[in-house]
């Protein structure tokens, strides 16, 4: 049997030990793996009529070739947000131009078929979150065995109460924060910490609950300005070192705003965000007069080593997942339920992600945290 891999979208500490204990676990029971690089790209621009592309994207992975690779964060197979089901006219590589007409997006998914028949391949691994995992549905729907393994610092994918790389995005943060307050303290003014974070808000929640900041603004509630502001000079009134701290995730919005959003959409439909923490902050120095400390996390979140549960749970996940490829249970992802590793089927990827339960997790009126049951929930309440 031979196995192929890959991991998709943006990269989570967690990555490159999650490849190698798939590779080790297929090795060990005699079988083959093919790492297929740049996401779903690799398979969208290897030619097979040219050696040298084949080998640029499809590469042979065994013990020794992944032997050092979990010692450091990110994926040696590199990363993608390319989607062969809609590709621009721009990004049709030159070798299939004679095969698309006209602008818009183009589904190249029939040439992908072709080079997964090509390289060998009997089951095919995905490592992502659900814009990725969604090509894996397709790609299962297709008639190709896959198994997927969820990753995501916004630990938003749909039929699994953990993805990769959701601690050590946390542990970050949490970090970040407190190391940020003796600077915010020492000059007496207002924090604004803008974190990852599209659609769900739960990255900036349980930072912003785990760390103890005083407000955390969340894509699921708009929030009202002249409130925030009023809020926060409060609190900073109110704190003996006279400063306050609120966390914004990078998608929340403006009661009546928009999304911060800039350039083209990419082949999943999401243009980049960022920049509203800074428009919040210029917002409430001038309404307010304090003095503001704006601070973007961003990548830093999700650069770097594994933490110890990230590293667990991306082995385990692994494991599992070579395990049920070797046992022919395919069409499956894995996952943690109720604390459990568990499996279920893969087109729970299609059911929409996750969101923020608001009613359970957070004072809408007061923008923080407020964690009403513990009882019953996940580890990480979400």
């Not at 089901?85 to 818009?104: E, I, Q």
């Not at 109460?161 to 949490?174: E, H, K, L, M, P």
């Not at 701290?245 to 705003?257: F, Q, Y």
Request: aromatic share 6%; proline share 4%.
């Amino acid at each position: 049997m031979r196995i192929g891999i890959l991991t998709g979208g943006g990269d989570v500490p967690g990555l490159n030990p999650c490849i190698k204990a798939v590779v080790n676990r297929v090795h060990e029971e005699g079988h083959q793996v093919t790492g297929i690089r740049r996401g779903w790209g690799g398979l969208l621009n290897t030619n097979l009529d040219d050696p040298e592309s084949v080998s640029a994207n499809l590469i042979e992975l065994d013990p020794t070739a992944v032997r050092t690779v979990d010692r450091s964060g990110g994926t040696f197979l590199h990363s993608s947000r390319t989607n062969p089901g809609k590709v621009k006219t721009a990004d049709v590589p030159d070798f299939l131009a004679d095969s698309v007409s006209g602008d818009g997006s183009h589904d190249l998914t029939a040439h992908a078929l072709k080079v997964i028949e090509h390289a060998g391949i009997d089951v095919l691994i995905p490592i992502g979150g659900d814009d990725t995992l969604s090509y894996g549905l397709r790609m299962h729907d297709e008639g190709v065995p896959t198994i997927a393994i969820p990753k995501t610092m916004d630990n938003d994918v749909n039929g699994t109460d953990y993805c990769i790389g959701f601690s050590t995005a946390i542990t970050r943060g949490v970090q970040f924060i407190h190391n940020l307050r003796t600077s915010t303290g020492s000059h007496e003014r207002i924090a604004v910490v803008e974190l990852f974070g599209r659609y769900s808000g739960e990255t900036s929640l349980i930072t912003a609950y785990l760390a103890g900041v005083d407000r955390a603004l969340i894509p699921e509630v708009p929030f009202d300005l002249d409130r925030v502001c009023e809020l926060l000079v409060g609190d900073k009134k109110g704190n003996p070192s006279n400063y306050s701290m609120v966390t914004i995730s990078e998608g929340a919005t403006m009661t009546g705003g928009d999304m911060m959003l800039s350039g083209e959409a990419d082949a999943y439909g999401h243009r980049k965000l960022g920049g509203i923490g800074q428009v919040l902050g210029e917002e409430i120095k001038e309404r307010t007069g304090e003095g503001i400390v704006y601070q973007q996390v961003g990548y830093l979140m999700r650069s770097g080593s594994p933490d110890s549960l990230d590293l667990m749970v991306a082995t385990n996940y692994a494991v599992m997942a070579a395990d049920l490829a070797l046992d022919g249970s395919t069409g499956r992802m894995v996952a943690l339920r109720n604390g459990s590793y568990s499996s279920v089927p893969i087109s729970v990827t299609g059911e929409g992600v996750k969101r923020v339960d608001v009613d359970e997790l957070y004072d809408a009126a007061s923008y923080r945290p407020k964690v009403r049951h513990v009882r019953g929930k996940p580890m990480f309440l979400y």
